[in-house]
Structure formats: structure tokens, C-alpha cells
């Protein structure tokens, strides 16, 4: 079966400081892959998408990157955070076929002081 | 652009009532129409999703209407048990995964308390 990982779950970082987060899918080969950050209360904002290695779509201007260096590898990244970066980092992927599902990772929840 | 926006915040019912959760759209382009569901501090979970072409999809206690004359889309939840609260969002997609990457729109969300 399918998984998704996301880490890490939580982390405090102060301003100018770097990012990483990590996603990784098992069980399915050459999936989409999608970034998205969620602000408190509110709806899912897509970040960032990847139809395949190496290949990085960005949704929004932003302070953010991201990058694909293996089939089922996503990364999240900044060289320098900012306050608004702070939110909920949620990673999908989506299988091929007749669906509209995305399937979500457990999430990160950054914070930024 | 495109918008999906849940007619309210937040509703609350008694258990064992049936629940009805709005969503209106803005693309009469989208595939797809998705509902998912988000408890606290965790990802998103695919509930019930249904084709631009279709009307209606029933899965286990849940209902999904779509109305394309006036682009709403409602939830129904039969039965309603203290863990269907959570709160849920209506999506919508255009194209699928070989198109347009599969990108899907989210609204703001509904946020479900069900009362004992």
C-alpha cells in the first residue's frame, strides 16, 4: 500500500534562518507531488507541484523553493524564513487514474519568531 | 481565477442527525469536486469526490450533490457521530493528473461540532 512521510512534524525557527522539510511517498512510482501551507483557520494554499524529477512548478510568489531530486522525494526549502512563513507545510500526492484524490502527509507545523 | 468558498464557518448538530455542509464554486471548467475531511493537527482525508458529469455519489453516510446551474456542491453526512467532527473543505480540480498536474483548489472549510 501507499504511504507518504513527512518530517519533521514541528519546529521553531528564528527569522533568517534556513528551511528543509521532507516528503517522501512509498508504494507508488512517478506520482505528482504537491506542496501546500495552510494558515491558521483557513483553506489549503498550493505552493509548489512536481509532475517528475526535477521538475518544479511554483503556484505563488514567496520566499520558498523546492525541489524533486528523486521520483518519490519533495523538498521544502528556504535560505533565509521569514515571520509569514509560519504555518501548517502539508505534502500530497496524487495517483493516476478516474480521481480527484490528493493524499495528504500528517503535515509541519512551522513556527517562525 | 478560480474560488471555492463554504457558505458557513462552522455548524453544529445534534448526533444522530443528518448534516449538510455548502460549498459554492467559480470554474464551470473543474473535472472534479472533492470533499475532504481535516482533524486537529492533521492532514486532510479524501471523504467522497464526484465528476463535473454526474449529479449525485452516494459512499458509506455520505452524500455528495452537485449543482452546476448554480455551481454549489453540498455534503450530507447521515447519521452524524461525535467523530465526523472536524472540519471540512470542498475542492475542486480541473484536468486530472496527466493535465494541468492535477492541481486542485481549496476553500476555507467548515469546521462540524457534533453535540451528544
Known amino acids: 500500500s501507499q504511504t507518504i512521510h513527512q518530517w519533521p512534524a514541528t519546529l521553531v525557527q528564528p527569522v533568517g534562518s534556513p528551511l528543509s522539510l521532507e516528503c517522501t511517498v512509498e508504494?507508488?512510482?512517478?506520482?505528482?507531488l504537491y506542496w501546500y501551507r495552510q494558515a491558521a483557520g483557513r483553506g489549503l494554499q498550493l505552493l509548489f507541484y512536481?509532475?517528475?524529477?526535477?521538475?518544479i512548478s511554483s503556484e505563488v510568489p514567496q520566499n520558498l523553493s523546492a525541489s524533486r531530486p528523486q521520483d518519490r522525494q519533495f523538498i521544502l526549502s528556504s535560505k533565509k524564513l521569514l515571520l509569514s512563513d509560519s504555518g501548517f507545510y502539508l505534502c500530497?500526492?496524487?495517483?493516476?487514474?478516474?480521481?480527484?484524490?490528493?493524499?495528504f502527509g500528517e503535515g509541519s507545523r512551522l513556527t517562525v519568531l | 481565477g478560480e474560488s471555492v468558498g463554504l457558505h458557513l464557518p462552522t455548524l453544529s448538530v445534534q448526533e444522530g442527525d443528518n448534516s449538510i455542509i455548502n460549498c459554492a464554486y467559480s470554474?464551470?471548467?473543474?473535472?472534479?469536486f472533492i470533499w475532504y475531511k481535516q482533524e486537529s493537527g492533521k492532514g486532510p482525508q479524501f471523504i467522497i469526490d464526484?465528476?463535473?458529469?454526474?449529479d449525485k455519489r452516494q459512499g458509506q453516510r455520505v452524500t455528495v450533490l452537485l449543482n452546476k446551474t448554480v455551481k454549489h456542491l453540498s455534503l450530507q453526512i447521515a447519521a452524524t457521530q461525535p467523530g465526523d467532527s472536524a472540519v471540512y473543505f470542498c475542492?475542486?480540480?480541473?484536468?486530472?493528473?496527466?493535465?494541468?498536474?492535477?492541481?486542485?483548489?481549496f476553500g476555507d472549510g467548515t469546521t462540524l461540532t457534533v453535540k451528544p
Open positions: 508504494g507508488t512510482s512517478n506520482p505528482n
Open positions: 470554474n464551470s471548467a473543474s473535472d472534479y
Open positions: 475542492a475542486e480540480m480541473k484536468g486530472s493528473r496527466n493535465t494541468n498536474a492535477g492541481k486542485s483548489t
Open positions: 500530497a500526492w496524487r495517483a493516476g487514474g478516474n480521481t480527484g484524490e490528493l493524499f
Open positions: 464526484i465528476r463535473s458529469n454526474m
Open positions: 512536481s509532475v517528475g524529477i526535477g521538475q
